[in-house]
């Protein structure tokens, strides 16, 4: 299991050819409070940098892209009920989705944990 | 992930942010700091839903010192009372000492130029006090000065700051702190003395609990901030939880729910017209107001509740059964009292009945939603036992 880091603050987690799809504990603080999630449906395909999630604060809506190609094969459905999730345990429980990555080579240019890390620090 | 917009559309972003006298407490607190309304505000400290729940339940703080504070003086309170009539429609002459009252500058269309609350300080005949929106405090000033009469002057309060304690042990704690404001009616004002500061208070607010505005010195109100800040039912609360308290009060936000092109009749705001004036007009726009009072308006503001758990924000096309579109979400998004998303926007008059059946277009959705009744939340204000 590979963990994944983009610049907009979504994590994958690569497990095989599946990917799970979520936003980091930053992207959390930030948002405060998540009052509603939608996730896609299963069987979407997405394109990367796509719009594959959208994640209400109190405040704000902000939209979640997938950083890789692929389709949806499991959406974290409880979220609809506990949105809060993804505040208590946003790298964990508070999943969106899976997706089955067409293009593994799109990896290749998303940061590491210890690169995201020092790109959080610098913000 | 798209970067959240935490704060309000700031119209004053070309220039560096003012700060308010507390800035340093808020960053104590380790309030999150945004831009509105050309000054650095905190927009929330512990988090939206705790804070919000706090103030319905507790007494929440909040520091309101970029709003405009402003006195107009003249010879008694029937001129400079006159003086302001000719700008707002609300009944100013028959304010009574130690009362205050909500009222809008109007254009010439009767379009809403700011909401403003006015007050007259007991004891001192030919002083109006105003309170008026941040973001049109310059333009509030400069529409008053080019209009005002000889002999009323415009005194502009930079010196002040001001909080508001809002909630239900809002007045128990000003009265432990020295103020005898229990028997004080919602709209009262007057001065009065916490701790030894003294303040100009007045029982009203933004979130439709009993409450009070507190103006103060700039010079005193980092110390009174923390002695209030030191009572066990009190905490600190941002402009978040303002925003989604004032929302479940059906309490209209300036830019967003009320502007220069919605008149106080379809803004529902009839109320804060008196009779008087609505007989006798001599406002700006009292044409336009008085016609629209005789013959009905062609859209209303009215409350609006989805149906599922998505909130619908300022913006939003509201769409009738059919798919057409009947008017807009002026202001919208999740209200923690009543436990879901809540929304306040126009729509044509003869769909404004609550109980219509309405669409809220989010992301190309209509998402199936229902005109309610405003208030979300039935206010709270005190009303003393006559």
């Known amino acids: ?123 | 992930m798209t970067t959240p917009v935490h704060a309000d559309h700031d119209t004053h972003s070309a220039a560096a942010p003012l700060s308010t006298p507390l800035h340093d407490a808020h960053v104590a607190l380790g309030a999150r700091m945004v831009p509105f309304a050309g000054y650095l505000m905190p927009v929330q400290y512990e988090g939206i839903l705790a804070e919000h729940a706090h103030c319905r339940t507790a007494a929440g703080l909040f520091d309101v010192s970029h709003m405009g504070q402003a006195t107009l003086r003249g010879a008694d309170h029937a001129t400079v009372a006159r003086a302001l009539e000719t700008l707002v429609p609300a009944d100013i002459v028959g304010l009574e000492p130690g009362r205050q009252r909500y009222s809008q500058f109007l254009n010439e269309q009767g379009g809403i130029l700011d909401d403003l609350m006015v007050h007259r300080l007991p004891g001192a005949d030919g002083v109006l006090g105003l309170v008026v929106n941040a973001a049109c405090k310059v333009a509030d000033y400069a529409h008053m000065a080019a209009r005002l009469p000889n002999g009323v002057l415009l005194d502009i309060h930079e010196e002040r700051a001001l909080l508001a304690l809002q909630g239900p042990q809002a007045a128990d704690v000003l009265v432990s702190l020295g103020a005898d404001v229990a028997g004080w009616d919602f709209m009262d004002v007057g001065p009065a003395s916490l701790a030894g500061i003294p303040v100009v208070l007045s029982r009203s607010g933004y979130t439709g609990e009993d409450g009070f505005e507190i103006s103060v010195n700039a010079d005193t109100v980092a110390g009174l901030w923390q002695i209030l800040l030191r009572d066990p039912r009190v905490r600190p609360i941002g402009l978040g939880a303002r925003d989604s308290l004032r929302l479940e009060g059906g309490l209209c936000l300036y830019g967003h729910d009320i502007d220069e092109t919605t008149t106080p009749v379809e803004a529902g705001l009839l109320w804060s017209i008196q009779k008087r004036r609505r007989e006798d007009g001599g406002f700006p726009g009292a044409d336009v107001v008085r016609s629209q009072i005789a013959e009905g308006v062609a859209r209303k503001r009215v409350g609006i509740r989805p149906d599922g758990r998505a909130p619908a924000r300022d913006g939003a096309e509201i769409v009738d059964e059919n798919g057409v579109a009947i008017g807009i979400v002026t202001s919208g998004g999740f209200g923690p009292t009543v436990g879901g998303p809540v929304a306040m926007g126009y729509v044509a008059a003869v769909q404004a009945r609550p109980g219509t059946r309405v669409g809220l277009v989010v992301r190309g959705k209509a998402l199936p939603a229902e005109i309610v009744s405003l208030p979300f939340v039935p206010a709270r204000f005190y009303r003393a036992p006559k």
């Not at chain 1, 603050?9 to 599946?18: F, T």
């Not at chain 1, 989705?97 to 593994?104: A, G, K, L, T, V």
């Open chain 1, 1 to 123: 299991m590979t963990k994944y880091y983009t610049e907009e603050h979504e994590w994958i987690s690569v497990a095989g050819k599946v990917a799970t799809l979520g936003i980091t504990d930053y992207a959390q603080a930030q948002l405060g409070d998540v009052v509603f999630v939608e996730v896609p449906t299963v069987g979407r395909k997405v394109k990367k940098g796509e719009e594959t999630a959208v994640v209400e604060s109190v405040k704000a809506a902000s939209e979640v892209y997938s950083p890789i190609t692929g389709t949806v094969v499991e959406t974290n459905d409880p979220l609809a009920d506990s949105p809060i999730t993804v505040n208590e345990d946003p790298e964990g429980a508070g999943w969106f989705c899976r997706i089955e990555m067409s293009d593994p080579a799109e990896l290749e240019v998303l940061m590491d944990e210890a690169a995201y890390k020092t790109f959080v620090e610098g913000l």
